[in-house]
């Protein structure tokens, strides 16, 4: 059996999809956002590795605390980095009657080969996608995270195409996400798209320096603070428009 090679588990998620949910984070990431808050996820070494069942069967001890809407959220690092295991994880859960739910940046998103293949069967047992579009222009996309973002716009496309539903997640980062420019920008994307359901704006924090500076990584948003109530307000009136 598939093992996935796992962070942490959260047992009382409420941010992370509908209702209540058991979250498994998933070790691996290939973007280095600037901002980001779980820099300890990045590398695939040193997680425990835990088969399908051994999650889902401690997944479902906290069933009577899910209700109608909550279930099993995989987050990370970046979930598709392990797409055979969390094909496996998913397609076990949906016989156990498990809501499923993806959070992530679709970063290794591609329309060729294996990936694309595993991935399009992996939709059949989502029931709900958390995606964030880290910045919408190429070249501050690559600033920001090191790895352009045409896949992950190309990702958002595919999934409006076969209808699947997504929550859009955008980190307001003052002085490199939150320029009204990109913003409209931004909305102008959503709106090509049918299959959101929502548009969550989250403000910058840097509570997560203290894990780059245990790595020994220079923390790369040193004096930037987080945004104001008004530039948070700005934002979620143009993102949250329509």
């Known amino acids: 059996m598939t093992q996935g090679i796992i962070h942490s588990i959260e047992t009382?998620?409420?941010?992370?999809?509908?209702?209540?949910?058991?979250?498994?984070?998933?070790?691996?990431?290939?973007?280095?956002c600037k901002y980001?808050?779980?820099?300890?996820?990045?590398?695939?070494?040193?997680?425990d590795k835990k088969t399908v069942d051994e999650l889902l069967d401690k997944a479902e001890r906290y069933k009577t605390y899910w209700g109608n809407d909550g279930g099993i959220t995989v987050?990370?690092?970046?979930?598709?980095?392990?797409?055979p295991f969390l094909l496996e994880l998913f397609k076990e859960a949906k016989k156990r009657g498990i809501n499923t739910c993806i959070d992530t940046a679709a970063q290794p998103f591609t329309k060729e080969g294996e990936f694309f293949e595993q991935f399009k069967e992996l939709m059949e047992y989502t029931d709900l996608l958390l995606v964030d579009i880290k910045h919408i222009n190429e070249e501050e996309h690559i600033k920001l995270t090191g790895k352009p973002n045409k896949n992950i716009l190309e990702c958002l496309s595919y999934l409006s195409e076969i209808g699947k539903p997504v929550w859009i997640r955008h980190?307001?980062?003052p002085g490199i996400t939150d320029n009204d420019?990109?913003?409209?920008?931004?909305?102008?994307?959503?709106?090509?798209?049918n299959n959101v359901e929502r548009v969550d704006v989250l403000p910058y924090h840097s509570l997560g320096r203290f894990k780059w500076e245990e790595l020994g990584i220079p923390y790369q948003l040193d004096g930037v603070e987080a945004?104001?109530?008004?530039?948070?307000?700005?934002?979620?009136?143009?993102?949250?428009?329509?």
């Open 227 to 242: 945004p104001t109530a008004e530039r948070i307000a700005n934002a979620k009136k143009i993102l949250q428009a329509n």
């Open 181 to 193: 420019e990109y913003l409209k920008e931004t909305r102008a994307f959503l709106d090509t798209l």
């Open 171 to 173: 980190v307001l980062v």
């Open 36 to 47: 980001c808050h779980n820099a300890d996820t990045w590398s695939q070494e040193g997680g």
């Open 12 to 32: 009382f998620g409420s941010v992370d999809g509908p209702g209540v949910r058991f979250i498994i984070f998933l070790k691996g990431c290939n973007l280095r």
């Open 75 to 83: 987050s990370g690092g970046e979930p598709l980095l392990q797409m």
